[in-house]
């Protein structure tokens, strides 16, 4: 079993594949500007794979894929089949938009995937090009209901934005009525690629569940699985659940088991981290996978012991990078 410094397990890697992506939410990237990664900048899918091994090696027991958008990178669905070849490594899950992952689905099930993060702020097509920039909510939904069908589990996941999207959070909290989906709601944090100033969220976790209760005085709350980052609760009679994420405010980092490798091969050992490790640019030096898992091991020794620590010990730096980049 792999632990921190501060005794925390660490067995889930979250890999961005990409910073690219089909969407341009402004809650993580402005509509022009943004300087994507060059190819050579890029992991390669080989070097994701060595980096899994190793860190599977380690103790990393569950991966997730995601971006930018995972899907737009060429090929993702051949690495994803090597990925599922790793011997030790229990589940693969994957975040994404949903835009053209519909006709993927099948191909999914196959690989062996259980899990799919969706995001979806809004069932109002208006809305959802008003937040996304573009107009590709029909899409969003068909993948919703291809995961279901083919018995994919589903968790949407839905960015709680002052004056944007507060009058959808009864209306996407009601999809858990009649359907086997986990809602989540998840407090905005700054991380838009300068889009603009989020110092800190008018609708933290308190407000959101303050806004459900309104709606389901007789709302309860349901144990949080292990290492969860949301907390759980259910209607009485309605299928799915509710989760709020606290991702501004960090309740949860007393348990927090999961590491981030950015698209261009940055270890972050915590979201708000700054980057803590060149893994990209120590693979091509050369160094012998043992080599790269003993920098691994100092790196988790080194953890900072919440996000606020982390904030503060980047000296400065803003938190305004795009979530793009980071992978969630
Ligand atoms: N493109 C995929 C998607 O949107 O699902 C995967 C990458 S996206 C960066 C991963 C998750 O981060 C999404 O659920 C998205 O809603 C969330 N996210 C992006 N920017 C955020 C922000 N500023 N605050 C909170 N969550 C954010
Ligand atoms: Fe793209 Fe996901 Fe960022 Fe939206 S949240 S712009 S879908 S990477």
Known sequence: MLLDNHGRTINYLRLAVTDRCNLRCHYCMPEHGLQWLSRADLLSYEEMLRLCRVL????INKVRITGG???????????????????GLQQINLTTN????????????????????????TLDRERFFQITRRDELPNVLETMEALLRHDIAVKINAVVMDGQNTDDLIPLAKMAQNLPV???????????????VNVMPLWDHLRILDTLRAEWPDLEKIPD?????????????HTGTIGIIAAWSRTFCGSCNRIRVTPQGVL??????????????????????????????????HR???????????????????MATIGG
Request: net charge negative.
């Open 56 to 59: 599977i090696g380690l103790g």
């Open 268 to 301: 972050k050992t915590c979201l708000y981290d700054h980057g803590v490790l060149h893994l990209r640019d120590l693979m091509r030096e050369g160094l012998s996978d043992p080599e790269l898992a003993d920098h691994l091991i100092f790196a988790f020794n």
């Open 182 to 196: 986990d809602v989540r709601f998840i407090e905005e944090m700054p991380f838009n690629g300068g889009d603009h």
């Open 304 to 322: 900072h012991k919440n996000g606020w620590e982390a904030e503060e010990a980047r000296k400065g730096i803003p938190v305004e990078e795009s």
């Open 69 to 87: 958008e995972p899907f737009v990178r060429k090929d993702l669905m051949k690495f994803l089949t090597e990925l599922s070849r790793i011997e």
């Open 98 to 121: 949903g835009v053209v992952t519909a006709p993927l689905v099948p191909e999914l099930k196959k690989i062996g995937i259980r899990s799919v993060n969706l995001s979806l702020d």
């Open 225 to 237: 699985p292990p290492f969860s980052t949301s907390m759980n609760y259910r209607v009485p009679g």
